[in-house]
């Protein structure tokens, strides 16, 4: 999927966009940055709770655990929308 960048027009490939992440606070930015003209976008806010629960359910999905893993999904997708908003 192509995406253009609002600040230099150019396409950017979704496919080949790299996740950064900023601390500021309490909070983590995760945002992607323009291959050519450098212009930050912002993807989503995390915490330290929820960085946890990613870690968790990474470690789900290694080991086949469903029940988990949807269990966690749930909270974690509960967590990200009340932190950023949704």
Same mark, same amino acid.
């Not at 330290?48 to 893993?69: G, H, I, M, S, Y």
């Given at each position: 999927?192509?995406?253009?960048?609002?600040?230099?027009?150019?396409?950017?490939?979704?496919?080949?966009?790299?996740?950064?992440?900023? $601390?500021?606070? #309490?909070?983590?930015?995760?945002?992607?940055?323009? $291959?050519?003209?450098?212009?930050?976008? @912002?993807?989503?806010? @995390?915490?330290?709770?929820?960085?946890?629960?990613? #870690?968790?359910?990474? &470690?789900?999905?290694?080991?086949?655990?469903?029940?988990?893993?949807?269990?966690? &999904?749930?909270?974690?997708?509960?967590?990200?929308? #009340?932190?950023?908003?949704?």
């Amino acid at each position: 999927m192509l995406i253009t960048c609002a600040i230099c027009n150019n396409d950017i490939n979704t496919a080949d966009l790299v996740l950064s992440e900023r $601390p500021l606070g #309490k909070l983590i930015k995760v945002f992607y940055t323009c $291959p050519y003209c450098g212009a930050e976008y @912002h993807v989503m806010w @995390h915490n330290d709770e929820t960085k946890e629960l990613q #870690k968790k359910l990474d &470690q789900a999905r290694a080991n086949n655990d469903t029940v988990a893993f949807n269990r966690l &999904q749930s909270v974690f997708k509960k967590k990200l929308d #009340k932190l950023n908003n949704r």
